[in-house]
């Protein structure tokens, strides 16, 4: 799914700037969830730089580190800042990379110049109803992105008939809220045919030592942890790490682990 998303992303980028014309420069504001590093976002920002250096446009980026922080405050003092940026360029193209960064330009979009042209990508849940209340439907745009929760349902069903208890992990975060809807929904599907314990929030070592010891007919699907409920950030390599040394088999949704 994350390989088909860049693709059409790439190609919304190509008619964009084959659009162009040879004299004409444009500016473009890519505003990223996360931070320098972090392999979805960096992909999805490769694609676009080497789209965009072939033609005759001007690119800048805003990493907003929401994986390290994202209290209340730090969206205030982080809106402060980049509204200064926003009066003082005119920007033909703002790029939000996933919810941290769409919601923050749904929140400043006072800020922004009239009719701006706004194209998002990695969103879970979009709300047409939200974007018509702020005058904003007919110049956002974008990709939504949907991890198969259900397919992988329907997989774990199929190769484990005589499955006991499943054990689904999802951070306790804005994401993690957002996939939160489409887990619960398969919940509902499965509940009376075996068991299932909702992973949210747990300290990182203690979620390694659940799953260290085998236990058969039993399931493991990991759908993403970067924070664990002390707070603490998890890398991939942490991620990759837990998984390689887990005794009950795990399936995932996102094709970077």
Request: aromatic letters at 12%.
């Given at each position: 799914m994350k390989s088909i998303c860049f693709i059409f992303f790439t190609l919304y980028i190509f008619f964009f700037t084959t659009n162009l014309s040879a004299n004409e420069s444009k500016n473009v504001l890519v505003i990223n969830s996360y931070h320098k590093g972090f392999v979805w976002s960096d992909k999805i920002i490769q694609?676009?730089?080497?789209?965009?250096?072939?033609?005759?446009?001007?690119?800048?980026?805003?990493?907003?580190?929401?994986?390290?922080?994202?209290s209340t405050k730090y969206f205030k003092k982080q809106s402060e800042l980049y509204r200064i940026g926003f009066s003082e360029n005119n920007y033909d193209l703002i790029i939000v990379l996933d919810s941290f960064a769409y919601d923050f330009i749904l929140e400043n979009h006072n800020y922004l110049k009239k009719d701006q042209?706004?194209?998002?990508?990695?969103?879970?849940?979009?709300?047409?109803?939200?974007?018509?209340?702020?005058?904003?439907?007919?110049n956002i745009s974008g990709i939504i992105e949907k991890r198969d929760i259900d397919e992988s349902f329907k997989i774990i069903s199929t190769l484990f008939p005589d499955l006991k208890k499943l054990y689904i992990v999802n951070e306790k975060?804005?994401?993690?809220?957002?996939?939160?809807f489409f887990i619960k929904k398969e919940i509902i599907k499965v509940?009376?045919?075996?068991?299932?314990?909702?992973?949210?929030?747990?300290?990182f070592e203690e979620m390694k030592k659940k799953f260290s010891v085998y236990r058969k007919d039993e399931v493991v699907l990991f759908i993403?942890?970067?924070?664990?409920?002390?707070?603490?950030?998890?890398t991939n390599k942490e991620i990759k790490s837990f998984m390689s040394l887990s005794k009950i088999p795990i399936f995932i949704t996102d094709t970077l682990f």
């Open positions: 694609g676009i730089e080497e789209v965009f250096y072939k033609e005759n446009v001007n690119s800048d980026i805003l990493y907003m580190d929401s994986l390290k922080n994202s042209s706004i194209f998002f990508v990695g969103i879970e849940k979009f709300s047409k109803e939200k974007t018509k209340i702020l005058n904003m439907n007919k975060s804005k994401n993690g809220d957002e996939t939160d509940k009376s045919k075996y068991k299932i314990e909702y992973i949210r929030q747990m300290p993403r942890y970067y924070r664990d409920s002390l707070g603490r950030k998890i």
